[in-house]
């Protein structure tokens, strides 16, 4: 089956750093892009970027670039989500989707499970 | 900026009936670029439909969507219970993703 298995739950303070991941397995790792999703408590889904393992190709949506990292490392089917200096607000449902493949018809086709961050003092 | 806006926020009908939900975009769009998702309650989205009309592996046919330029739709034709949910429209142009705020889906 192809799964994205995703961290555990992390409760951090403000100006913690995290490095959460997102496990891919049944499937040609590399070959596929993985987004990210974040959706704060009883909001809404926001694109935060995405990523091709391949390469490390990245892109970042204007409102999350210079806020996150995201990284991939392809020999062990392993995309990540990192913060340097976490706030209050970052407190969120995470999520890792994989993306359609190929050019045409993009779309989020297999998701992983969430990784919920928690970020309080 | 480029922005998708769904209507209505929220739909109120009763297992049965048909569901029509609305996704605008600011600007036309490719209809390839339209997809719909699904949200249960504490659970991961889940991809309904992609290239504006075209089900994903597994969806049962009672979800249809259809659109083109800047208005798209998603059609549930008789709700079934685990039908009501919240549902985003999402669009993917210049590199870049977007989805809309969502439609929640309850009962009436």
């Known amino acids: 089956d192809v799964q994205l298995v995703q961290s555990g739950p992390e409760v951090k303070k403000p100006g913690e750093s995290l490095k959460i991941s997102c496990k891919g397995s049944?499937?040609?790792?590399?070959?596929?892009?993985i987004g990210w999703v974040r959706q704060k408590p009883g909001k809404g889904l926001e694109w935060m970027g995405i990523?091709?393992?391949?390469?490390?190709?990245?892109r970042y949506s204007p409102s999350f670039q210079g806020q996150v990292t995201i990284a991939a490392d392809k020999s062990i089917s392993t995309a990540y989500l990192q913060w340097s200096s976490l706030k209050a607000s970052d407190t969120a449902m995470y999520y890792c989707?994989?993306?359609?493949?190929?050019?045409?018809?993009?779309?989020?086709?297999?998701w992983g499970q969430g990784t919920m961050v928690t970020v309080s003092s | 900026e480029f922005v998708l806006t769904q209507s209505p926020g929220t739909l109120s009908l009763s297992p049965g009936e048909r569901a029509a939900l609305s996704c605008r975009a600011s600007?036309?769009?490719?209809?390839?670029?339209l997809a719909w998702y699904q949200q249960r309650p504490d659970q991961a989205p889940r991809l309904l439909i992609h290239?504006?009309?075209s089900r994903a592996s597994g969806i049962p046919d009672r979800f249809s969507g259809s659109g083109s330029g800047t208005d798209f739709t998603l059609t549930i034709s008789r709700l079934e219970p685990e039908d009501f949910a919240v549902y985003y429209c999402?669009?993917?142009?210049?590199?870049?993703?977007?989805f809309g705020q969502g439609t929640k889906l309850e009962f009436k």
């Open positions: 049944g499937y040609s790792f590399g070959r596929y892009w």
């Open positions: 600007q036309n769009v490719s209809s390839d670029s």
């Open positions: 989707a994989r993306r359609s493949y190929g050019s045409g018809d993009p779309c989020f086709e297999i």
């Open positions: 999402q669009h993917h142009g210049n590199s870049l993703f977007t």
């Open positions: 990523i091709y393992p391949g390469d490390s190709d990245g």
């Open positions: 290239g504006a009309s």
